[in-house]
T-cell receptor, first 111, second 115 residues
Framework: TQLLEQSPQFLSIQEGENLTVYCNSSSVFSSLQWYRQEPGEGPVLLVTVVTGGEVKKLKRLTFQFGDARKDSSLHITAAQTGDTGLYLCAGGGYNFNKFYFGSGTKLNVKP | DTGVSQDPRHKITKRGQNVTFRCDPISEHNRLYWYRQTLGQGPEFLTYFQNEAQLEKSRLLSDRFSAERPKGSFSTLEIQRTEQGDSAMYLC?????????????FGPGTRLTVL
């Protein structure tokens, strides 16, 4: 059983479309991170959100942390083929001992 | 800064054999994590080191798995008497000290196939 549930599991869209992926949990996290992973490689950190209600923007990507620090969303504007990959959210507790990952959203952006 | 490196990148072994993987974290990163990832899933936490001390170990980690981090630098993960269910990508990540929120930097992983 995953502590963090991500939805949708798969998403296939045309270049230029917008999309949102979600990361939900019944647990509270001190911080939540989003990663992108290419096939055969390790995840690469995109952002860390730490404050309930926080919104962070990185170019076309907007990340939001829920007020209760239990959920998060990632919104991509005008998707590009280079955005294709597996998007993972990961929640951390108040110590550094363990991180929990969601099962990921596999995004395919078609030209 | 050369990033986290892992060796080997791929390992094929027969059931029952022992295998050992190595992880070299980013220098001066005192926190080191091992994860396992199977196809279609997110990484699953295995164990955590702060310097040379193993502070956390997943209940999923059977007695066949052991990890070490001598001198608080590189780490090794050994799997004894491998089983087909051990086939997965094994990921290592490191994190710097003095960071309030734990940002992990991952290596490229070691893909294990047990025949």
């Amino acid at each position: 059983t995953q502590l963090l549930e991500q939805s949708p599991q798969f998403l296939s869209i045309q270049e230029g479309e917008n999309l949102t992926v979600y990361c939900n949990s019944s647990s509270v996290f001190s911080s939540l991170q989003w990663y992108r992973q290419e096939p055969g490689e390790g995840p690469v950190l995109l952002v860390t959100v730490v404050t309930g209600g926080e919104v962070k923007k990185l170019k076309r990507l907007t990340f939001q942390f829920g007020d209760a620090r239990k959920d998060s969303s990632l919104h991509i504007t005008a998707a590009q083929t280079g955005d294709t990959g597996l998007y993972l959210c990961a929640g951390g507790g108040y110590n550094f001992n363990k991180f929990y990952f969601g099962s990921g959203t596999k995004l395919n952006v078609k030209p | 800064d050369t990033g986290v490196s892992q060796d080997p990148r791929h390992k094929i072994t027969k059931r029952g054999q022992n295998v050992t993987f190595r992880c070299d974290p980013i220098s001066e990163h005192n926190r080191l994590y091992w994860y396992r990832q199977t196809l279609g899933q997110g990484p699953e936490f295995l164990t955590y080191f702060q310097n040379e001390a193993q502070l956390e170990k997943s209940r999923l980690l059977s007695d066949r798995f052991s990890a070490e981090r001598p001198k608080g630098s590189f780490s090794t993960l050994e799997i004894q008497r491998t089983e087909q269910g051990d086939s997965a990508m094994y990921l290592c990540a490191s994190s710097p000290k003095y960071r309030v929120y734990n940002e992990q930097f991952f290596g490229p992983g070691t893909r294990l196939t047990v025949l």
